[in-house]
């Protein structure tokens, strides 16, 4: 990957969250690519647009389809998938293959500290030291960016 | 009792005493020279007649319990010891079985088996009905903890929206202000229930949140931090009241203990004293005058939330900077 910014596709249905989302990716130095509001339409986006990042919220409109949305984004599109959901507990242990998970409400600040962290991750394969406070990654992504030895910030 | 003759084919009754008469409703001529399954009926149980059979072949003791037929066909519960009598060749000769009609003893067993059975199966049918009852609150709860914090976070995107679009510093500022405060409501959502325990709050962690949250979004480099914050648990209650009231301090902090880019390091710490415990933050600033310390709006939170806490607030002069100290009484204390 260059140093080109990231793309991020938004996966949720209330539009002024992600209307305000939209603005905070360009200020944390992403680029947002689209959005959507129903699985469906999310994976259509994810494989016509092939986004670096998919920011993913459990409940979409079409009902609580967003885990889903993230293991077939997941497998078939190549992307990163980040769940963005006040449903932090429900969300299958392997993550569904995602990569982890920012709990709601997030505020402003927690996100951009948590896409500039990721956006090194995934930039290096290489996690520049253990995820910032509001972000939780999958015991997957732990392995793969080398944090299993390192310890949790507090 | 009766004793049949083993030497005989078929093992056939040989005595019969009037007791075994009188039990079984039969005449002496009736059963003397058959062998006793005349006894057995329908519901007797085959199995252990079997194991009866199979004691007698093998010429040892045995004792069952079996349902026995009358001559009338009237059941009843007989409990049976059956025993070789062996001859001097030391073979067989005869058998001598006892009866003992144990029907009342069996009835009563049954019947304590049923009401077991019954008062087994109410527990059981409660016990779904409780469990079912669990999951509806539980799943409610997560319902509405879920929509909580959806909804904390439309209304933080809806002040974050309008705040891009005025330009007016002064609403700016009054938009900034709500934001910071939703956000420590919020902040205090999140961490609400990720703990199983749904009534009690970590104090201490919330406050690493919120500082990290609100210094780092400050932008505030030159300004260290640090903290000593033993965990304190409060009634979950008190959390978004406490939650807004050290938001509003820390703020007001930042605003203006630090002006014109002066450096410098903010304090938080939280430590338990006897039936209280305490909050500080202290900076190393320009220190308090009328036009930096806690004002207007501001002050009027932290004043009616420390009333609502019964809290007590004071704020002095740290020399350079400012301490302000609340003391919050613990649960149950006066």
């Given at each position: 990957?260059?140093?080109?910014?990231?793309?991020?596709?938004?996966?949720?249905?209330?539009?002024?969250?992600?209307?305000?989302?939209?603005?905070?990716?360009?200020?944390?130095g992403?680029?947002?690519?689209?959005?959507?509001?129903?699985?469906?339409?999310?994976?259509?986006?994810?494989?016509?647009?092939?986004?670096?990042?998919?920011?993913?919220?459990v409940?979409?409109?079409?009902?609580?389809?967003?885990?889903?949305?993230?293991?077939?984004?997941?497998?078939?599109?190549?992307?990163?998938?980040?769940?963005?959901?006040?449903?932090?507990?429900?969300?299958?242990?392997?993550?569904?293959?995602?990569?982890?998970?920012?709990?709601?409400?997030?505020?402003?600040?927690?996100?951009?500290?948590?896409?500039?962290?990721?956006?090194?991750?995934?930039?290096?394969?290489?996690?520049?030291?253990?995820?910032?406070?509001?972000?939780?990654?999958?015991p997957?992504?732990?392995?793969?960016?080398?944090?299993?030895?390192?310890?949790?910030?507090? | 009792?009766?004793?049949?003759?083993?030497?005989?084919?078929?093992?056939?009754?040989?005595f019969?005493?009037?007791?075994f008469?009188?039990?079984?409703?039969y005449?002496?001529e009736e059963?003397?020279?058959?062998?006793?399954?005349?006894?057995?009926?329908?519901?007797?149980?085959?199995?252990?007649?079997?194991?009866i059979?199979?004691?007698?072949?093998?010429?040892?003791?045995?004792?069952a319990?079996?349902?026995?037929?009358?001559?009338?066909?009237?059941?009843?519960?007989?409990?049976?010891?059956?025993?070789p009598?062996?001859?001097?060749?030391?073979?067989?000769?005869?058998?001598?079985?006892?009866?003992l009609?144990?029907?009342?003893?069996?009835?009563?067993?049954?019947?304590?088996a049923?009401?077991?059975?019954?008062?087994?199966?109410?527990?059981a049918?409660?016990?779904?009905e409780?469990?079912?009852?669990?999951?509806?609150?539980?799943?409610?709860?997560?319902?509405?903890?879920?929509?909580?914090?959806?909804?904390?976070?439309?209304?933080s995107?809806?002040?974050?929206?309008?705040?891009?679009?005025?330009?007016d510093?002064?609403?700016?500022?009054?938009?900034?202000?709500?934001?910071?405060?939703?956000?420590?409501?919020?902040?205090v959502?999140?961490?609400?229930?990720?703990?199983?325990?749904?009534?009690?709050?970590?104090?201490?962690?919330?406050?690493?949140?919120?500082?990290?949250?609100?210094?780092g979004?400050?932008g505030?480099?030159?300004?260290?931090?640090?903290?000593?914050?033993?965990?304190?648990?409060?009634?979950?209650?008190?959390?978004?009241?406490?939650?807004?009231?050290?938001?509003?301090?820390?703020?007001?902090?930042?605003?203006?203990?630090?002006?014109?880019?002066?450096?410098?390091?903010?304090?938080?710490?939280?430590?338990?004293?006897?039936?209280?415990?305490r909050?500080?933050?202290?900076?190393?600033?320009?220190g308090?005058?009328?036009?930096?310390?806690?004002?207007?709006?501001?002050?009027?939170?932290?004043?009616?939330?420390?009333?609502?806490?019964?809290a007590?607030?004071?704020?002095?002069?740290?020399?350079?900077?400012?301490?302000?100290?609340i003391?919050?009484?613990?649960?149950?204390?006066?």
């Amino acid at each position: 990957m260059n140093d080109q910014p990231l793309g991020v596709l938004i996966i949720e249905d209330e539009v002024l969250l992600a209307t305000e989302l939209e603005f905070l990716l360009e200020e944390a130095g992403c680029c947002s690519v689209g959005h959507a509001m129903s699985s469906h339409e999310a994976v259509t986006l994810a494989r016509d647009l092939k986004p670096d990042l998919a920011l993913i919220d459990v409940h979409l409109c079409d009902g609580p389809t967003g885990v889903d949305v993230a293991r077939r984004i997941h497998d078939d599109c190549g992307a990163v998938a980040l769940f963005m959901t006040a449903n932090v507990k429900r969300l299958p242990e392997d993550f569904a293959g995602a990569c982890g998970v920012i709990g709601k409400p997030y505020s402003s600040h927690g996100v951009k500290i948590a896409l500039g962290y990721l956006s090194v991750c995934m930039r290096q394969g290489q996690a520049p030291g253990p995820p910032p406070i509001a972000l939780t990654l999958s015991p997957q992504y732990l392995a793969l960016w080398g944090l299993l030895d390192m310890p949790r910030a507090g | 009792m009766i004793i049949t003759d083993a030497d005989q084919p078929d093992n056939p009754i040989l005595f019969a005493n009037d007791a075994f008469l009188r039990l079984t409703g039969y005449g002496r001529e009736e059963v003397i020279g058959r062998n006793c399954r005349f006894l057995q009926g329908g519901d007797t149980d085959a199995a252990e007649v079997a194991r009866i059979r199979a004691a007698i072949e093998a010429g040892q003791d045995v004792a069952a319990e079996v349902l026995n037929y009358r001559k009338d066909g009237s059941t009843f519960w007989n409990a049976l010891c059956v025993s070789p009598v062996r001859g001097k060749d030391g073979g067989v000769s005869y058998f001598f079985a006892s009866q003992l009609d144990v029907s009342d003893k069996k009835k009563a067993e049954q019947t304590l088996a049923d009401s077991r059975h019954d008062l087994e199966q109410l527990v059981a049918e409660r016990t779904v009905e409780l469990t079912q009852a669990l999951e509806q609150k539980t799943a409610l709860l997560h319902e509405v903890d879920h929509r909580v914090k959806n909804n904390l976070q439309l209304i933080s995107s809806l002040l974050l929206l309008q705040n891009r679009r005025v330009s007016d510093p002064a609403v700016k500022a009054a938009l900034r202000g709500m934001l910071d405060r939703v956000g420590a409501i919020a902040t205090v959502h999140r961490r609400l229930f990720q703990s199983d325990d749904v009534a009690r709050f970590d104090v201490s962690a919330f406050v690493r949140d919120l500082v990290a949250d609100v210094i780092g979004a400050s932008g505030r480099d030159d300004i260290a931090f640090s903290l000593d914050l033993e965990r304190v648990d409060v009634a979950a209650s008190k959390a978004a009241p406490l939650a807004l009231v050290i938001n509003e301090l820390l703020s007001n902090t930042l605003r203006h203990a630090f002006p014109g880019g002066r450096s410098g390091r903010i304090f938080v710490g939280i430590n338990r004293i006897d039936d209280a415990f305490r909050i500080e933050i202290t900076d190393d600033g320009v220190g308090v005058d009328s036009s930096t310390g806690l004002s207007g709006f501001g002050l009027t939170i932290v004043q009616l939330l420390c009333q609502q806490l019964k809290a007590r607030f004071e704020s002095t002069d740290a020399s350079p900077g400012t301490r302000v100290v609340i003391d919050l009484p613990v649960d149950g204390a006066p």
